[in-house]
């Protein structure tokens, strides 16, 4: 367990850390989060992870606080320990604690939590040598799902089935058979030169697909969002996962067939390139 952690703006040991247990994050999964990347210290696109946060907060009408959240989280990877490795950080805010019932009253004090801990190590042999994934029969469904908000439910069903298939990642396929998104990551294929990814709509479009995309373009790939479909992700030539923990991970196997001969492959090298560039550069300039 992590050593310490952000507590409503103080830094407290782990094992006196806690929340009200009237808190609506608690009772109702009444807040949101964001999981960001820490490379020996140096947080990645907080900035970028900030605004979603706070436009998922004016969503749910849910006031952040105004922490200075770089200071904080340097502060909690110090104590941590984790300055010479990489690490995984959470930032959670909830709408707060109140004994009512399930309408939020005025004036409650958000929750925030920011938690830290290695990530691991076992992430570098899956985008070494890529990864095996399972389909998951049922989708993130409505306008949630475009939000990174508490429910994480179907995310925890998926993981869940996933590992009962000794998978790394579930990957959600709705209604009409199209896949989406991963339970935790979002998807990409290659059929030829053409690199496909689900559209924003529907799934929750994470901030390293925005990189990936970007960087794949400037690089003068061809990039289209549109629907995919369980039997395009089957035929594809390469296939990966991406997310600001995993940054790029390849798939080499679905529900038990083999993807690109089973072996990782040039142009999801390539992307993994390209974003540890991008990576490089925006913390050489931090």
């Keep these: ?129 890529g990864v095996r994934v399972a389909l998951v029969p049922f989708a993130r469904d409505g306008f949630l799902a475009e939000h990174k908000v508490l429910n994480y439910l179907p995310g925890v069903l998926g993981k869940r089935i996933a590992a009962r298939r000794k998978a790394f990642e ?5 209604q009409t058979g199209h896949v989406m998104e991963g339970t935790t990551s979002n998807l990409f294929v290659w059929h030829g030169k053409r690199l496909l990814t689900p559209p924003a709509a529907g799934i929750l479009p994470g901030l390293t697909r925005r990189l990936i995309i970007g960087a794949a373009v400037a690089d003068g790939m061809r990039v289209y969002e549109r629907p995919v479909s369980g039997q395009d992700l089957f035929d594809a030539d390469e296939a990966l996962l991406t997310s600001s923990v995993i940054e790029v991970v390849p798939i080499i196997e679905v529900d038990g067939r083999s993807i690109g001969g089973a072996r990782v492959g040039p142009r999801t090298q390539r992307l993994q390139h390209l974003y540890r560039q991008i990576v490089v550069q925006s913390l050489a300039h931090r």
Excluded: K
């Design 170 to 174: 579930g990957i959600f396929v709705d």
């Design 1 to 129: 367990m992590p050593r310490c952690a952000h507590v409503n703006g103080r830094l407290v040991a782990a094992r006196h850390a806690s929340v009200s247990v009237f808190d609506r994050g608690l009772l109702y999964g009444d807040g949101l989060f964001e999981t960001l990347r820490a490379y020996r210290g140096a947080v990645f696109a907080l900035d970028q992870h900030l605004l979603r946060l706070r436009s998922a907060a004016r969503f749910l009408g849910i006031s952040v606080p105004r922490y200075a959240w770089r200071t904080d989280i340097d502060a909690l990877l110090r104590r941590n320990r984790l300055l010479t490795t990489d690490a995984r950080v959470r930032i959670t805010v909830t709408r707060g604690a109140t004994g009512r019932g399930v309408a939020p009253p005025r004036g409650i004090r958000p929750t925030t939590i920011i938690t830290a801990e290695a990530v691991d190590p076992a992430l570098i042999h899956a985008q070494q040598r």
